[in-house]
T-cell receptor, first 109, second 113 residues
C-alpha cells in the first residue's frame, strides 16, 4: 500500500482554481490514485481516479506526474460548497483504501 | 434513487449495551464495508464483505461483529467488548473489490453514555 502525503490545510478564494497536491513516491505500477472529499459530518464522496494519464470529469481534473510520484487535484472554479476535507489515496484494491487525515480546504468569499 | 441508507443517524446507548447499526444498499454492489471515524481523524476499516455470507476483518475489528445474509444488507453490531465505541460509523459499497469507487452512506453517530 503506497503512503500518501498531503498538506493539512489550504485556503482558496471563491471562483479561483484550487490545486491540491499529493505525494505518493512509493506508488507501485498497478496502484491507482483516488481522490475523495468529505464535507463535515457526511460520508466521503468519490471525486476522480487515475492510473497514468490525466483525467477530467464534471467535478475536477487529476494531473499525475510522469513518474507517478505525485499528483494534483484541480477544482477549476472553487465554490463555498467545495469546503471539505480532501483525501488522496494510492491503492489497487477497494478494501485496502486508506483514508488518512487529508487536506482541509477552506474556500472563502 | 440508488444509494446507501444508514440508520439510525444518531444513537445514544448506555455502557455495556450492544448496538446494531443498519446499512442497506440498492446499487446491486457485491462489496460492502464498515468504517469508523473519530474526531479529526481519517477513516479506519472495521469489516468488509466481498460477497454474501462472507466477510473479512479490517484493521480494527475487535469488539465489532457483522453479518451478510443478503446482498443489499450489511449490519454492524457494536458489542460491549468494544472499549471506546463512541464514534462516527460509515458504511460503503463498491461494485467489487477492484473497482476503487466507494459509495458511502450518510453515517451513524453513536454516543455511549
Amino acid at each position: 500500500d503506497a503512503k500518501t502525503t498531503q498538506p493539512p490545510s489550504m485556503d482558496c478564494a471563491e471562483g479561483r482554481a484550487a490545486n491540491l497536491p499529493c505525494n505518493h513516491s512509493t506508488i507501485s505500477g498497478n496502484e491507482y490514485v483516488y481522490w475523495y472529499r468529505q464535507i463535515h459530518s457526511q460520508g466521503p464522496q468519490y471525486i476522480i481516479h487515475g492510473l497514468k494519464n490525466n483525467e477530467t470529469n464534471e467535478m475536477a481534473s487529476l494531473i499525475i506526474t510522469e513518474d507517478r510520484k505525485s499528483s494534483t487535484l484541480i477544482l477549476p472554479h472553487a465554490t463555498l460548497r467545495d469546503t471539505a476535507v480532501y483525501y488522496c489515496i494510492a491503492e489497487g484494491y477497494t478494501d485496502k483504501l486508506i483514508f488518512g487525515t487529508g487536506t482541509r480546504l477552506q474556500v472563502f468569499p | 434513487d440508488g444509494g446507501i441508507t444508514q440508520s439510525p443517524k444518531y444513537l445514544f446507548r448506555k455502557e455495556g449495551q450492544n448496538v446494531t447499526l443498519s446499512c442497506e444498499q440498492n446499487l446491486n454492489h457485491d462489496a460492502m464495508y464498515w468504517y469508523r471515524q473519530d474526531p479529526g481523524q481519517g477513516l479506519r476499516l472495521i469489516y468488509y464483505s466481498q460477497i454474501v455470507n462472507d466477510f473479512q476483518k479490517g484493521d480494527i475489528a475487535e469488539g465489532y461483529s457483522v453479518s451478510r445474509e443478503k446482498k443489499e444488507s450489511f449490519p454492524l453490531t457494536v458489542t460491549s467488548a468494544q472499549k471506546n465505541p463512541t464514534a462516527f460509523y460509515l458504511c460503503a459499497s463498491s461494485i467489487d473489490r477492484g473497482s476503487g469507487e466507494l459509495f458511502f452512506g450518510e453515517g451513524s453517530r453513536l454516543t455511549v453514555l
